[in-house]
């Protein structure tokens, strides 16, 4: 097996996509594991507030980070690592989208990023109740000990891609990316004086308006159900969301109808309830996919996993996770 390639994990400090704290990154050579790298990042200058929904997730606080590089002095140690490879990425915009914005932030240029995702490939080659990283490393066969330690993420997502090649008998990650039908993306280059990205842009006007981030507290919208939008027929057709059927439930950390639009520009169909349709339950109060299996749920995820025991394909995805498929906290 030729099966090459770097798996990267990100965490980051706020709402800003750039705002990088820590990074694992793991080389796979011919299907085995043979370098890993961890590095604690202070975010870039202006975008470095710890908020707290965020630090609740990854436990870095910013006294952490008050002696470590800016991670725009450890990106060329980064690029130089990942190299030529593909980026493998449980979410992979993301995580290939923390790097330019954070290299935008930094004011320093950026080659292409070729990428591929885990969560897209473990949709086709695996039936789960979540596709989050947890339940996909299980399926792997190798757990987490400790999710959202980044480079306890970015092994078992190299697991997660070594799995599923093998069980596609596939030997390269083109061959893979092919077998599952999961394209590969690819994250323009960037060099100070290009257009910046939307992220960049959207985080420098709140920030110019005296902001921080993020623009509202956690947990305090009573979940109001507003309309379903159209779904963005022009959205990205690889994206996670795309022709997606979602469904929000619990309180979420931005109001539900702005949760909806954000679904929809990424070309999904909203809907208020669950029904035979429903392809993905977005779950708020601090859901985490480790109470599929305590029973912490809603009304609405219970029937979810009726559904599932059904026969029907429908996955839970937590509040967190939704946040990064949109790309970060979104701003407004």
């Not at 902001?211 to 057709?237: H, I, K, L, V």
Request: charged share 20%.
């Amino acid at each position: 097996m030729a099966l090459d390639f770097t798996a990267v994990d990100f965490e980051t400090a706020n709402g800003f996509i750039g705002s990088a704290c820590s990074v694992g990154l793991v080389k796979v050579r011919s299907g085995r594991i043979v370098e890993t790298e961890q590095w604690l990042l202070k975010p870039p200058a202006g975008f470095d507030h710890f908020d707290p929904r965020n630090v609740s997730i990854h436990q870095i606080t910013e006294d952490m980070v008050l002696q470590a590089p800016r991670v725009g002095e450890k990106l060329s140690d980064l690029l130089d690592f990942v190299g030529t490879d593909v980026l493998v990425a449980h979410n992979s915009a993301f995580d290939s989208g923390v790097i330019r914005a954070a290299a935008e932030a930094s004011e320093l240029a950026v080659p292409e990023i070729q990428h591929l995702c885990t969560v897209k490939l473990s949709r086709k080659a695996y039936n789960l109740p979540s596709y989050s990283l947890p339940f996909v490393a299980e399926e792997a066969g190798h757990p987490i000990e400790n999710h959202h330690e980044a480079l306890a993420d970015a092994e078992a997502c190299a697991w997660a891609m070594i799995d599923i090649a093998e069980r596609g008998q596939t030997p390269t990650v083109q061959n893979t990316a092919e077998h599952y039908s999961v394209p590969l993306g690819l994250t323009r280059a960037w060099q100070p004086g290009d257009e910046l990205s939307r992220a960049m842009r959207d985080a420098q006007g709140w920030l110019a308006r005296g902001n921080s981030f993020p623009p509202r507290d956690a947990f305090t919208f009573w979940p109001q159900e507003g309309d379903n939008p159209r779904p963005n027929r022009e959205a990205d057709p690889s994206h996670p969301l795309f022709g997606q059927v979602v469904v929000f439930t619990g309180n979420l950390s931005v109001p539900r109808p702005q949760a909806k639009q954000w679904a929809a520009n990424r070309g999904a169909q909203t809907a208020s309830r669950v029904t035979r349709a429903t392809t993905a339950l977005v779950v708020g109060d601090g859901f985490v996919p480790e109470d599929l299996a305590n029973g912490r749920l809603t009304n609405k995820a219970k029937h979810v996993l009726r559904l599932r025991d059904a026969g029907q394909r429908v996955e839970v995805i937590s509040e967190g996770e939704f946040m990064q498929l949109v790309e970060g906290f979104a701003l407004q």
